[in-house]
């Protein structure tokens, strides 16, 4: 069995559980969890056992809703039981802080709740769990559609370059950065992936090469400081990455080693290519400079791979889990409503009121 025969995210409602992939043990074990305790959950996002900002989003909303039917087991009333759910989602929110997916899927879920507050609580549960799934649902359509339009930009042949996991197990299916390659591979395309290894979490050499691989396409795993040399080899035509969140100007954040990637781009002429779903579009945050970066236990860089700790003792430490990408260095954002060019402020908010026309 393929690990890309597994879901990533998704719910068994008979056990009342968020059934996820444990990511951190990957590619050496495959572990299904199921989670039934929002500290478990809460704990499952930060330390990664779940990740990828699309998949963040859908283990939230499967988890308040499972926090929805524990609350409603003790709180029949609405002001009570809405009390409550909202201490749930802010607790689930404070997870991570970068990924605006995390809070933009429990606003979703929490509208729910507002939207129909006249009703009997135990038909707003049914109306959260519908919701869930409809987010998860939507992941799979909008990373579907990412891969249609990111295609184009692929020629027959073409060596491409990705950086962390963007991948089937970052969302529901398909990916973002991973799904122009996934449709290439069903079209019959040739082409040949270099992974970035992605220090510290080492997420593109063992989920991404490890997924790209079992799914048949050529994958050549890499240190992240030798991206400039495949690309002075002339080995790379197009770069396409994720992100977490991305500013009204274009700046964006993603994974940490992003913006050294796409310095290199510029400087070899290669296209930099953001595959962005529409809620990682934060219209709120004008520039790069209004993202907060998690910053991370050190520890992650010193001790997690290494028998023994490979930093002197008394050595500090600094371990940001993202960067910014200023917008000058992008070609185009890949979205479900189409590939947006610069000048970014237009084109983002036209794809965001379409998705947000849609959601009406």
């Not at 607790?91 to 939207?115: C, E, F, G, H, I």
């Not at 869930?132 to 370059?161: F, H, M, P, S």
């Not at 220090?199 to 063992?206: E, N, S």
């Not at 781009?265 to 209004?290: H, M, N, Q, W």
Request: proline share 3%; charged share 25%.
């Amino acid at each position: 069995m393929s690990i890309l025969d597994y879901a990533t995210v998704s719910l068994d409602d008979e056990k009342k559980a968020l059934v996820i992939i444990d990511q951190t043990l990957l590619p050496n074990e495959t572990k299904i969890l199921h989670l039934t305790e929002q500290k478990d959950i809460w704990q499952a996002i930060y330390e990664l056992k779940v990740r990828g900002a699309p998949a963040i989003g859908d283990a939230a909303a499967i988890g308040i809703y499972l926090a929805a039917c524990e609350i409603f087991k003790s709180k029949k009333d609405f002001d009570s039981f809405y009390a409550d759910f909202v201490k749930a989602k802010d607790y689930l929110d404070s997870a991570r802080p970068t990924a605006v997916n995390l809070s933009w899927a429990l606003k979703r879920m929490d509208k729910v709740v507002q939207d129909n507050k006249t009703l009997a609580v135990d038909k707003i549960v049914e109306l959260l769990k519908k919701e869930a799934q409809a987010i998860v649902d939507e992941d799979i359509w909008i990373c579907r559609n990412i891969g249609e339009y990111g295609v184009t930009l692929i020629k027959d042949g073409d060596g491409l370059l990705t950086h962390c996991n963007a991948g089937q197990l970052a969302t529901a299916k398909y990916g973002t950065a991973t799904a122009p390659m996934y449709i290439a591979h069903e079209k019959g395309m040739k082409i040949k992936v270099f992974s970035d290894e992605t220090r510290p979490l080492l997420q593109g050499a063992r989920l991404t090469a490890y997924e790209l691989h079992s799914a048949g396409i050529d994958v050549t795993s890499i240190c992240d400081s030798a991206a400039p040399t495949v690309m002075r080899n002339g080995w790379v035509q197009a770069v396409f990455v994720g992100c977490d969140r991305v500013a009204a100007n274009g700046d964006f954040a993603n994974k940490i080693g992003t913006s050294a990637v796409a310095l290199a781009a510029k400087r070899f002429g290669i296209p930099f290519y953001v595959c962005a779903p529409t809620s990682t579009i934060d219209l709120g945050t004008k520039s790069g400079s209004e993202i907060v970066i998690e910053e991370r236990d050190g520890k992650e860089v010193s001790h997690m791979w290494y028998e023994k700790p490979m930093i002197a003792d008394g050595v500090k430490i600094y371990n940001p889990a993202f960067d910014v990408t200023d917008h000058d260095l992008v070609t185009g954002f890949v979205t479900e409503y189409g590939i947006v060019k610069a000048p970014f402020e237009q084109g983002l908010a036209e794809v965001v009121k379409k998705a947000d026309s849609k959601d009406k």
